[in-house]
């Protein structure tokens, strides 16, 4: 599943077209999208979508049905300023990136506030237009914390566990340059979207770095400017490759 500029698309493995809904049409209505950035699914199967530039999250089920929706621009809680990376846990409680508002809001499934924590700052805790946002199988919540350079790790009450990265060009390893996404492989691994970098780098739990897929290049494996990562069951990753306009599936770790 992922995003355009104004529709949501889901295709197979194997890049066949499955359903797709929205667009071409930008707009605010029930449905309809404003460069929608990120796409997550709860454990019911029920869709949901940032939809970034409407300040909103909508929900669908797996056919692009709407089911409902919450948010408007604003930071209140439930209130949103271009929320970009949303995740849902396996009890179906929704996080999302609230980027522009620099913090995580956590929410029940269709929607009620649950808790929220960040503020703007580089200090324990505190994000800088993050834009990521995962959770592995044990509750721990992974943000990436973009224009920081950093990864940051969270209890489910927004405790912070862990902490790494810092700015890094070329291929120094641990290091990013606006790491713009992260995923969870099913064995704990923690993959991020090393976007100014055109790579991705693994890590361990602990934030030990484990190895790197990719470098700058049009090539099969490599990447310009990649935004967005996912992990299927079986641990092939599905890579936004922004800037060769393309989608990557590569082979699981």
């Not at 770095?209 to 310009?224: H, L, N």
Request: proline fraction near 4%.
């Amino acid at each position: 599943t992922f995003s355009t500029a104004a529709r949501e698309v889901h295709a197979s493995a194997n890049g066949h077209l499955l359903v797709k809904w929205a667009g071409p049409i930008v707009g605010a209505s029930e449905g309809l999208f404003n460069h929608p950035a990120d796409v997550a699914v709860g454990p019911n199967g029920t869709v949901y979508v940032a939809d970034t530039q409407n300040h909103r999250v909508q929900r669908f089920d797996a056919n692009g049905n709407f089911l409902g929706q919450w948010g408007r621009q604003g930071s209140n809680p439930g209130e949103f300023r271009g929320p970009t990376g949303i995740a849902v846990d396996g009890e179906g409680r929704v996080y999302v990136a609230d980027t522009e508002n620099h913090r995580v809001q956590v929410f029940g499934a269709t929607g009620e506030p649950v808790r929220q924590w960040g503020s703007r700052g580089s200090a324990r805790g505190q994000f800088n237009t993050p834009k990521g946002v995962a959770v592995d199988g044990e509750g721990r919540v992974y943000v990436a914390d973009t224009n920081n350079h950093r990864i940051q790790v969270f209890d489910r009450a927004g405790v912070q566990l862990a902490s790494w990265g810092g700015f890094g060009g070329g291929q120094q390893e641990g290091l990013f340059q606006f790491p713009e996404d992260v995923a969870i492989t099913p064995e704990g691994r923690a993959v991020v979207v090393d976007s100014g970098n055109h790579r991705l780098q693994v890590f361990g739990r602990d934030g030990v770095f484990v190895g790197v897929v990719g470098r700058s290049g049009a090539d099969p494996g490599q990447f310009v400017l990649p935004k967005s990562v996912a992990v299927d069951a079986s641990g092939r990753l599905v890579v936004s490759d922004s800037g060769n306009r393309r989608i990557q599936v590569l082979g699981a770790l």
